[in-house]
């Protein structure tokens, strides 16, 4: 079984702030990990991913995320927030192979202040 | 190259009714994937589809169905409408033997 973990349903950064969310995972075999963004009515953009080699992941938007195994954890970065981060982020995990079923965390809410 | 396109972003339906979603995948893509999206619940993995065939099927309840057709454009049906199931449905299409899949604007479905 798999599950994912992301702390903090609401999050607010100022903006040119670092931005962190949180995501821990458990997996019985290495897993696939994600992040996608969600806008308002709009359906899920993937920022970046991990599948195997550097742990170091950059994605669009100027995020990153560390795959850090002896942590399980996946979190998501943002050197300086921008007012058009605001959204929903969400950590994803999959078992190693095809895409064919995903767990998704509950989601953070990233509130950017002016 | 065209996204992943879901037909009708919204719709109102009355308890009892049923529904018909619809996803058109990228060109290419034989995977389809369907999502509930819930705020209490979140997301919740439905179904996959894969070359006309289910190959998972996530903790819904037969009321819930889908199917595949031969060129992977995917349709999603639900019988018996309750008010719990008003709700975003998300497909999402990949070409099936890799990890990233890319998801459609969803279908906002409201059951009153």
């Known amino acids: 079984a798999q599950s994912v973990t992301q702390l903090g349903s609401h999050v607010s950064v100022s903006e040119g702030a670092l931005v962190l969310l949180r995501c821990n995972y458990s997996s019985s075999v290495p897993p696939y990990l994600f992040w996608y963004v969600q806008y308002p009515n709009q359906g899920l953009q993937l920022l970046l991913k991990?599948?195997?080699?550097?742990?170091l992941v950059k994605g669009i938007n100027g995020f990153e995320a560390e795959f850090k195994k002896s942590e399980t954890s996946f979190h998501l970065t943002k050197p300086s927030a921008h007012m058009s981060d605001a959204a929903e982020y969400f950590c994803?995990?999959?078992?190693?192979?095809?895409?064919?079923?995903?767990?998704f965390g509950t989601g953070t809410k990233l509130q950017v202040i002016p | 190259k065209a996204g992943v396109t879901q037909t009708p972003r919204y719709l109102i339906k009355t308890r009892g009714q049923q529904v018909t979603l619809s996803c058109s995948p990228i060109s290419g893509h034989r995977s389809v994937s369907w999502y509930q999206q819930t705020p209490g619940q979140g997301l919740q993995f439905l179904f996959e589809?894969?070359?006309?065939?289910?190959?998972n099927k996530g903790n819904f309840p037969g009321r819930f169905s889908g199917r595949q057709f031969s060129n992977s454009r995917s349709e999603m049906n639900v019988s018996t409408l309750e008010l719990g199931d008003s709700a975003l449905y998300l497909c999402?299409?990949?070409?099936?033997?890799?990890?990233?899949?890319?998801f459609g604007q969803g279908t906002r479905l409201t059951v009153v």
């Open positions: 994803a995990v999959i078992r190693g192979g095809g895409y064919q079923k995903v767990t």
């Open positions: 589809y894969f070359s006309e065939t289910q190959r």
């Open positions: 991990y599948t195997t080699g550097a742990t």
């Open positions: 999402a299409s990949s070409l099936g033997q890799g990890p990233e899949a890319f």
